[in-house]
Each structure stands twice: as structure tokens, then as C-alpha cells.
């Protein structure tokens, strides 16, 4: 008789609104691969998009997935003697992506754009990837990052979402010195003020909608910051030298358009609805403005990491730290940006390795 296989709690969206904690069968590794125990998840606004719509964008559910792309935890043991990656035992933060390594984007230099890539917890592609938002994870040894010394895995669970924006911050050209406008202050654009301050902005503006969600842009280093249905708030910039827009709405591009310099740069990193998205596209014209997409990231993995390692004030951004076994109830908090910036999942310490 077979030995009963191992199980570990994970969150599987079935649907619109189906978000079920269930027992899944713990993976086991194969060659140049890696048992991971996950300890936090962090519940992205793309996570919320396939539990409220059963899809982001233009990928859509067609299968149950596990959800979950941010995640941090111990490595439990390699599939092979010789596969890459920190010795078990060692806390690590899992990069999500695996690029094919052979698509012109990639050969380009452009892995994060790759057309053929696997991400974690994507319904992109068919059969879909599934996430990690599981107690026990498989992934690839070579997408293990050792966390720095010092750094507490609850802020590494940010690595993810700073990378992403890192990545817009470099899209948006040499800031140093410059005024940059960010419109929404979810926890990606809160990560961005910090990446831009990072890079040296003199002074970052930040709109939403929400007083909640400012005072986290604050803590950050916002410098001003602006209701953005408020037209006769003080706040509002006459220019500005680059606009990084992070709500998703066509709204804040049209602002970001509008607020920019003459030849100045915008950076769309909110995923915009499917469709048409109406903005005022004669500006690209008369101003010459360059309007620049952000996707994802690659290499600013790694920088995140040293960054976290380096600035407490992240911690900030952890509202709420919340047991996988309620996780219906985290992804109500994290979608309530009233009350919360980054919730993190708790998958339970690591076993002894």
C-alpha cells in the first residue's frame, strides 16, 4: 500500500468570487528544483482581480489556480545534489517569473516582457501557472534570493510589488533632482514614491482618492499629497518634470498628461480596464510627450531586496499580517484600501530543515 501524500494548505480561486482555502498535494522537487515552505503571501491588486472578476486584464480563469505571486519563505531541500540556489534552511524570496530565454524580448535584453514567459499564479497561458499561496511550493532553484542580513521576512514579502516599481521608476528616465507626480497610492504606487525618492526625486506629488491611502504614501515619502476629486486642492502641481500612473484608471493618465512638462515622460504601470481607454492623446502631439509602458521587471529584484534590507520605513505598508486558513478574510481587508495598504498571508513557520 502507497503512503498517503502529503498535504499543505493553499488558496485556489475557482471563479468570480470562489476563493476556497484548500488541502493541495505538497510538490516534490525535480532536478534544478526547489521545495519551498512559504511563511507570507502577499495579496496583490492582480489577486483581488481574478477572486472579484475571474481575470486580469485579458487573462482570463479556465481552470482552478493557486493564486499568489509574492511570497517569501525556507528553502526545504533541492530536487538534485547540484541544482543552483542558498543551502536549505536559508530564507529566501522567490522571483516569480521564468522567462524562456529565447523569444527576441529576451534575447533583447527585455526578459520582463518575454512572449513566452511563466509567472506565478498567471492565468495567461493555458494550462495556467499556478501560484504560491500554498504552505509548500516548487520553483525553480535559480529564481531563490537569499534575503539580506537583517531583513525580516514580513518586509521582504514587499519585494515583488517594489520591484515592479523599480522597474517604472527606470522607465520614467534620470529623476534625480525632479518633481514627479504619482497618481494612486495602493501599495504600488506607495512602492513607487519610495523607488522614486530612492532615486533621487526632490519632491514626489501623490493623488487618490482616499485619505487612508495618502497617509501611506506619507509614510513613504510623499511630499505632497492631493485628493484627486478635488480640483481646487492646494496640492496640485502647475507641472511636473515625469508622472508615473498607478491607479489603472484612464483618469489618472489623462491627468498625468496633462500635468507633465513639454517633453516630459509618462509611465502607464496601472493595468488599464480591457479595451479602449479615452485620454487626451493630443497632448502626446502638441508637447511631445513620451508615453511609456511598464511591465512587470526583471534584474530590480535583486535591488529591491537591498533596499528593503535598508529602509524600515516599509514596514509602514503591512496593515495587517493575516493565518492562510482565513484568507477570505484578507482579501476583503486588502481590497477595502480604507483600512488597509499590504496584507500579507500567513502560511505558518518553516519546519526544521
Avoid at 512587470?296 to 509602514?316: I, K, T, V, Y
Wanted: glycine share 12%; charged share 20%.
Amino acid at each position: 500500500m502507497s503512503a498517503r501524500k502529503a498535504l499543505a494548505p493553499g488558496c485556489v480561486i475557482h471563479g468570480p468570487g470562489d476563493l476556497r482555502v484548500e488541502d493541495v498535494p505538497v510538490p516534490r522537487p525535480g532536478p534544478d528544483e526547489a521545495l519551498v515552505a512559504v511563511r507570507y503571501g502577499g495579496v496583490c491588486g492582480s489577486d483581488l482581480h481574478y477572486w472579484r472578476h475571474g481575470g486580469v486584464g485579458d487573462f482570463r480563469l479556465r481552470e482552478p489556480m493557486l493564486l499568489g505571486h509574492e511570497v517569501v519563505g525556507t528553502v526545504v531541500a533541492y530536487g538534485s545534489p547540484d541544482a543552483p540556489g542558498p543551502a536549505a534552511g536559508t530564507s529566501v524570496a522567490v522571483h516569480p517569473a521564468t522567462p524562456c530565454g529565447v523569444c527576441p524580448e529576451c534575447v533583447d535584453g527585455r526578459r520582463n516582457v518575454c512572449r513566452d514567459t511563466r509567472y506565478l499564479g498567471s492565468a495567461a497561458r493555458f494550462p495556467h501557472v499556478q501560484g504560491g499561496f500554498a504552505a509548500r511550493i516548487v520553483v525553480p532553484a535559480e529564481q531563490l534570493r537569499a534575503l539580506p542580513a537583517g531583513l525580516d521576512p514580513r518586509r521582504g514579502a514587499l519585494a515583488e510589488p517594489l520591484s515592479v516599481a523599480l522597474h517604472a521608476v527606470r522607465r520614467a528616465g534620470d529623476l534625480a533632482g525632479r518633481h514627479v507626480l504619482v497618481t494612486g497610492a495602493g501599495p504600488i504606487g506607495c512602492l513607487v514614491v519610495a523607488a522614486a525618492k530612492a532615486a533621487g526625486a526632490a519632491h514626489v506629488t501623490v493623488t487618490d482618492l482616499l485619505p487612508a491611502a495618502l497617509e501611506y504614501a506619507r509614510a513613504v515619502g510623499g511630499d505632497t499629497l492631493v485628493r484627486a476629486d478635488d480640483p481646487g486642492d492646494s496640492g496640485w502641481p502647475v507641472e511636473v518634470d515625469a508622472a508615473i500612473e498607478a491607479s489603472g484608471v484612464a483618469a489618472g493618465l489623462d491627468t498625468c498628461l496633462r500635468l507633465v512638462r513639454r517633453g516630459g515622460a509618462v509611465v502607464q504601470l496601472g493595468m488599464l480596464p480591457p479595451g479602449q481607454s479615452p485620454f487626451a492623446g493630443n497632448l502626446l502631439v502638441s508637447r511631445e510627450i513620451e508615453l511609456r509602458g511598464a511591465f512587470r521587471f526583471d534584474g530590480e529584484f535583486d535591488d529591491a531586496l537591498l533596499l528593503l534590507a535598508a529602509e524600515p520605513a516599509f514596514d509602514a505598508l503591512v496593515g495587517a499580517v493575516v493565518p492562510v486558513r482565513d484568507a477570505a478574510s484578507a482579501f476583503e481587508l486588502a481590497a477595502d484600501r480604507s483600512r488597509s495598504c499590504k496584507v500579507l498571508l500567513d502560511f505558518g513557520a518553516a519546519p526544521a530543515v
